[in-house]
């Protein structure tokens, strides 16, 4: 079995070099590891490899250039707006690393659903480029980001860092998974993501053990409506939110349903947000009322629970 980026032709390079006897043990040690749990490349379905060179090149280009993404998430709250909009107000700003599709969006249901955490040396480097962007409207503006970009984070977002809180977990997704994965990409590049000021209600951490709570056909009007009050800020969260500056982080954006509850319960205890971040944003689906696109590559089957995937 082979790690992230590998294959046969990148382990013939490194065998190229002298290293003695613990060569033969390690390729052995990695047979064995195929034989008793089986990989496959989470991009183009390889044998025996997390993710072939191919796909991590791609995922790699795929990931490079931070763009704004507000535009696709019809559930995102309005806020104050430095931008020169008329009424002064605007979205939410969100910079996503990439769009969610292909090799991106299998990579994050693989690192996700199916913990292959080796994937995270590809994924914690486009989510922290998401985060450095929303932190730095002037590069942005200077041309460095996606064309899109446009001035609208200018003195909501300041150089000092801010809190970076992600989305609570509910007890089915801690149930389903043995880590959490925005919290896990944040620190696998130095990120700190500020826990225990956020956590979900008790009713809403009853009915996502319940069948029929997944969000994913649901459309923004249905998501927000489903979300809001499922959230609630702590009592350290109280002593420590109010005029903190934040940025939400989350893995994927799709109608932004997630990231308004999350803004909503901040600001009611006086928490400035700045923005937010993510890995990968959804297309819109404008033929389907509002809801995110879903593309073949997509279509696994692999389980979402409230937060996943639904920003």
Do not use: N
Not at 123 to 129: D, I, K, V
Not at 154 to 182: C, F, K, N
Not at 280 to 294: F, I, N, T, W, Y
């Amino acid at each position: 079995m082979t790690a992230v980026g590998e294959d046969a032709g990148m382990g013939a390079h490194r065998s190229s070099r002298p290293t003695g006897w613990t060569s033969p043990l390690r390729r052995a040690a990695r047979e064995l590891a195929g034989v008793l749990s089986p990989v496959w490349c989470a991009g183009c379905g390889r044998e025996d490899t997390v993710l072939c060179r191919d796909c991590a090149q791609l995922l790699a280009e795929r990931t490079s250039s931070p763009f704004r993404a507000e535009d696709q998430a019809l559930a995102l709250p309005l806020v104050p707006s430095s931008a020169g909009e008329d009424d002064g107000m605007g979205v939410l700003p969100v910079v996503a690393a990439a769009s969610y599709d292909g090799v991106v969006a299998r990579a994050i249901l693989a690192f996700k659903d199916h913990e292959v955490v080796g994937l995270s040396r590809l994924l914690a480097p486009a989510l922290r480029a998401a985060v450095e962007t929303a932190g730095e409207p002037q590069r942005a503006r200077d041309g460095e980001g996606h064309p899109g970009w446009d001035a609208g984070l200018q003195g909501r977002v300041q150089q000092a860092g801010p809190l970076l809180v992600t989305p609570p977990p509910t007890p089915a997704s801690l149930l389903r998974r043995s880590h959490r994965p925005v919290d896990h990409l944040l620190r696998a590049v130095g990120l700190r993501p500020t826990g225990g000021l956020v956590t979900v209600t008790p009713s809403a951490a009853l009915r996502s053990l319940l069948p029929g709570g997944r969000q994913k056909t649901r459309g923004s009007v249905a998501r927000r409506r489903a979300l809001r009050g499922t959230l609630r800020v702590t009592a350290a969260g109280r002593r420590r939110l109010p005029g903190a500056r934040v940025l939400l982080v989350d893995d994927v954006l799709t109608t932004g349903a997630t990231l308004h509850e999350l803004h909503r319960v901040l600001r009611e205890v006086g928490a400035d947000v700045s923005g937010a971040a993510v890995v990968a944003a959804a297309r819109r689906d404008r033929s389907a009322g509002g809801g995110p696109a879903r593309k073949p590559s997509e279509s696994s089957g692999f389980p979402r629970d409230e937060w996943s995937d639904s920003s």
